[in-house]
């Protein structure tokens, strides 16, 4: 079972540039979210989505958009990369019924801009 | 708005010592409370709810409203125990989780 996959697991970016990072579920998940991880910060959530063609802003949106256009799919786009955009990136899905609480996460994506 | 805390960024035990991991919580409903756990070059996983009253690798944790705490314990801590543990809270209802900073969990020989 491949549960949630992200890609890139590392990029290195320049300061300027843009990139998407990519997470696919195959659970039928309509719950997915995007964080990151800091060191000493925990996670923080910065985009969310409750279903295709719905996304809500997380803790963090400033300098990231997303779209879920399936319900595979929710991609984060990173537009003009800070390095306060450093960090450790990681995609979750979440079962449908309201009362499920878990997260199944992807893997991560380093991400460091210079 | 809901916070969670874990306050100790680092924690290290030897093995078979007891081990306790803190989590205070800030809500003033009803929360359902985890505790994730990321293992090394392994992907954030859940380890336990409260919801469920269960043991998991000789880990519980007990939600206490009073204190407003869920903290982490297991009597006799073992090598592979190892790993990044994160509290985390949804306020009911809620389709987030709010994570605390993490505490590293260091197991000694």
């Known amino acids: 079972n ?3 996959t992200q890609t890139p697991k590392f990029r290195i970016l320049k300061i300027g540039q843009s990139m998407t990072l ?9 719950y997915m979210y995007w964080y990151r991880q800091d ?9 969310y989505s409750v279903g295709a063609g719905i996304t809500d802003k997380g803790e963090v949106p400033n300098g990231y958009n997303v779209s879920r256009s399936t319900t595979e799919d929710f991609p984060l786009r990173l537009e003009l990369a800070a ?4 960090s450790v990136y990681f995609c979750a899905s979440k079962g449908n019924g309201r009362a499920t609480g878990e997260l199944f996460f992807g893997e991560g ?6 | 708005a809901q916070r969670v805390t874990q306050p100790e960024k680092l ?6 010592a007891p ?14 409370l985890f505790w994730y756990v990321q293992y090394s070059r392994q992907r954030l996983q859940l380890l336990l709810r409260h919801i469920s009253r269960e043991s998991i690798k000789g880990f519980t944790a007990d939600l206490n409203k009073g204190e407003t705490s869920f903290h982490l314990k297991k009597p006799f801590a073992q090598e592979e125990d190892s790993a ?3 509290c985390a809270l949804r306020k009911g209802g809620a389709q987030k989780l709010v994570f605390g900073q993490g505490t590293r969990l260091t197991i000694n020989p």
Do not use: W
């Open chain 1, 2 to 4: 491949a549960g949630v």
């Open chain 1, 22 to 30: 990519q997470c696919t579920q195959d659970m039928n998940h309509n």
């Open chain 1, 39 to 47: 060191p000493g910060m925990g996670l923080k959530l910065i985009y």
């Open chain 1, 83 to 86: 390095p306060s955009q450093t």
């Open chain 1, 109 to 114: 994506s380093r991400l460091t801009v210079l």
């Open chain 2, 11 to 16: 924690l290290s035990v030897f093995k078979g």
């Open chain 2, 19 to 32: 081990v306790e991991l803190k989590c205070n919580y800030s809500y003033s409903g009803s929360p359902e």
């Open chain 2, 84 to 86: 990044m543990y994160y």
